[in-house]
C-alpha cells in the first residue's frame, strides 16, 4: 500500500508463466516505503521491502524564489532564498548547481550558494556592483533579479529590485 497520497497508481499482474506477481507503482512522495506482497488480505512473505523513492528533477514551476528585499545597495553583500522542490512538492536537498541566478546590469557578479538548515531552502549571497539607473527626475528603474532552472524561471521570478548606489567617497 502507498502512504496518503504518495502513489498515483499501483497495478499488479500474475504471470503464470513465471508464477509471479509484477506490480507497477508511480510514487510521487519521496522518502522510504515499506513494499509487502498481499493477495486480499493475506500477506505474500513477512518481511517487508524498504524502497528508497528519491524526488523527481528539480521543478521551476513549484521552486520559489522568497526573501527578495525591494532595496539592496551597491557594494554591500546581499542575500536571497530559493527553496527547491520537484513537481510533486518534495524537497530537493545538496543541489545548489540545479539553478542559476542572475541580476540584471551585474553580468560580472559572483553569487555564493548555500544550503540552509531547513532542506530545499539555500541562501543566495551575493554584492551588487552596479546601482539602478536614476533619472533626473529622481525615478529609478528597477533591475531585475531571476533564478532559473534550466530556461524557465521559479516562482516570484524575476523580481524587481531596486539597487542604491554606495555611499560616495570624498576622496
Known amino acids: 500500500a502507498c502512504p496518503s497520497g504518495g502513489c498515483s497508481d499501483v497495478t499488479a499482474s500474475w504471470n503464470s ?27 505474500l512473505g513477512s518481511n517487508a521491502a524498504a524502497v528508497t523513492v528519491n524526488p523527481a528533477a528539480a521543478s ?7 526573501s527578495a528585499g525591494t532595496q539592496y545597495r551597491a557594494g554591500t553583500e546581499e ?8 513537481q510533486y512538492s518534495n524537497p530537493i536537498s545538496g543541489s545548489p548547481s540545479a539553478f542559476t541566478t542572475s541580476l540584471q546590469s551585474n553580468p560580472s557578479i559572483s553569487f555564493s550558494v548555500s544550503e540552509t538548515s531547513t532542506p530545499s531552502v ?50
Open 17 to 43: 508463466g513465471s508464477n509471479s506477481y509484477t506490480a507497477t507503482y508511480t510514487p510521487t512522495k519521496s522518502g522510504t516505503l515499506l513494499v509487502r506482497g498481499r493477495e486480499g488480505v493475506t500477506d
Open 60 to 66: 521551476a514551476s513549484a521552486s520559489s524564489l522568497g
Open 79 to 86: 542575500s536571497i532564498t530559493v527553496t527547491l522542490v520537484d
Open 122 to 171: 539555500y541562501e543566495v549571497r551575493f554584492t551588487p556592483q552596479v546601482s539602478s539607473t536614476y533619472f533626473q527626475d529622481g525615478t529609478f528603474t528597477n533591475l531585475q533579479l531571476a533564478v532559473k532552472i534550466g530556461a524557465s524561471d521559479i516562482q516570484n521570478s524575476p523580481a524587481d529590485i531596486e539597487v542604491q548606489p554606495d555611499d560616495v567617497d570624498a576622496t
